[in-house]
């Protein structure tokens, strides 16, 4: 509450800064929408040594610390992490994990290092450039491009830090997608809505016949008769208006 009574540009331009975090993104939107890979896209664009955080009812102190001490945060150029909230803000969370959250990322972005008071561990962010990603869950967004006030209201009632230091994104939900997604994608929906066993009709297009003569003479005799019948059955019962040769 007190961050509240704060020049707020000032908490964010301390976070921050350039000289341990880079960036700090909140990424919003409803399940399904596309926030990981968002964020996967971004981190495989930094090249960064990465990491993806679980928070959860279980998350603790020491299993945030533990999860940050694998990055080797003095022997790379940059770090990436994702910390992915498996839980919703809005639902009224336990109040002794919201405290834990509280210090956690206050000690993070504000002292770059988290002491753990019951192991005694401490992490330090070190001199590494950091770019923070941060994945919310159900904050309804409605879609919108631009941020409501209720992701305020629900920050800054939970987790106030977050709030005032990071920049929100709400990816887009128009993706651009291939030949071969574009194929699976109407695979599943005839396979959906039933029509996936419908019969092929091929009078409903044009056709480009090609018929290969063979000159080395191996179809002689018999063969090639039957081959003959058997393009003679083709064009009888397949060969439409508007069909050409090749």
Known sequence: KKLQ????QEIKHCVVSG???????IILGERGSGKTRWI???VRQLGNESISVPIHEGTTIHSLVKSLKIINSYDTLGVSVHFSFM???DVGLDAELVESLNYFFNSLLLTRS???PVTG???????RKWHIFIELQGINVRGSRQIPNEVEKVLVSSIPILFYCSTFQIPSTEYAI????????TYLRAYENGTINRKFDSSLIKKQLIFVIDKSG???GSMINVAIDNALKIYDSHVQIGDTFG
């Open 5 to 8: 009574h704060v020049d707020l």
């Open 40 to 42: 996967q896209n971004h």
């Open 178 to 185: 291939d030949d071969k997604t574009m194929r699976v994608c």
């Open 19 to 25: 000289e341990g975090i880079e960036r700090v993104t």
């Open 114 to 116: 988290v002491h753990d």
């Open 218 to 220: 191996s179809m002689a």
């Open 87 to 89: 839980v919703e803000l």
């Open 121 to 127: 561990e401490t992490f330090f962010m070190g001199w």
